[in-house]
T-cell receptor, first 113, second 109 residues
Framework: NAGVTQTPKFQVLKTGQSMTLQCAQDMNHNSMYWYRQDPGMGLRLIYYSASEGTTDKGEVPNGYNVSRLNKREFSLRLESAAPSQTSVYFC????????????FGPGTRLTVT | RKEVEQDPGPFNVPEGATVAFNCTYSNSASQSFFWYRQDCRKEPKLLMSVYSSGNEDGRFTAQLNRASQYISLLIRDSKLSDSATYLCVVNMITGKLIFGQGTTLQVKP
């Protein structure tokens, strides 16, 4: 997972608890993304940040907030976790116009009970 | 309607077969297109970009038809190691990167 680190790798929360998933890159890419992946659903975009200082909603933003702290870091916060948020969360970076570079973090496996 | 749609499969093929995956996208403002590969419980990895002129990387050929908003991936001479989920991805001009739900390929000996 050259260039993208995610913490934690695993987490169990009780309904109503909050937590922040951290993502950091050392590739100096402008675009960063948070996805969730559920069985049979593919990857669904939660939020993305096309550049430092901007964030936008993706396909499934409800129940989440994000912060693009600087060019390196993009965090995802669950304010009040729900069982429906049990999923694998991936952070990704992307850059390019004619040639492309893209990397994913290793994922965070979150269970909400 | 989902922005990027794929047939989820699974596609079960024998070694050596040729297999084709298709994908459609709904937003005509889509800017760039990709195929990714994902192995079980791992993160997706970029397989190849897709261009209107078509592009080839070894046994893999990708094609884009902008008029029909359609993307394809052809795998020739399938290997056991090709077994994975293949994801179609569209990059919007806004920077939004949308994944299809993936097509599962199982290559059997």
């Amino acid at each position: 997972n050259a260039g993208v680190t995610q913490t934690p790798k695993f987490q169990v929360l009780k309904t109503g608890q909050s937590m922040t998933l951290q993502c950091a890159q050392d590739m100096n890419h402008n675009s960063m993304y948070w996805y969730r992946q559920d069985p049979g659903m593919g990857l669904r975009l939660i939020y993305y940040s096309a550049s430092e200082g901007t964030t936008d909603k993706g396909e499934v933003p409800n129940g989440y907030n994000v912060s693009r702290l600087n060019k390196r870091e993009f965090s995802l916060r669950l304010e009040s976790a729900a069982p429906s948020q049990t999923s694998v969360y991936f952070c990704a970076i992307f850059e390019g116009t004619e040639t492309y570079e893209q990397y994913f973090g290793p994922g965070t496996r979150l269970t909400v009970t | 309607r989902k922005e990027v749609e794929q047939d989820p499969g699974p596609f079960n093929v024998p070694e050596g077969a040729t297999v084709a995956f298709n994908c459609t996208y709904s937003n005509s403002a889509s800017q760039s297109f990709f195929w990714y590969r994902q192995d079980c419980r791992k993160e997706p990895k970029l397989l190849m970009s897709v261009y209107s002129s078509g592009n080839e990387d070894g046994r893999f050929t990708a094609q884009l038809n902008r008029a029909s908003q359609y993307i394809s991936l052809l795998i020739r001479d399938s290997k056991l190691s090709d077994s994975a989920t293949y994801l179609c991805v569209v990059n919007m001009i806004t920077g939004k990167l949308i994944f299809g739900q993936g097509t599962t390929l199982q290559v059997k000996p």
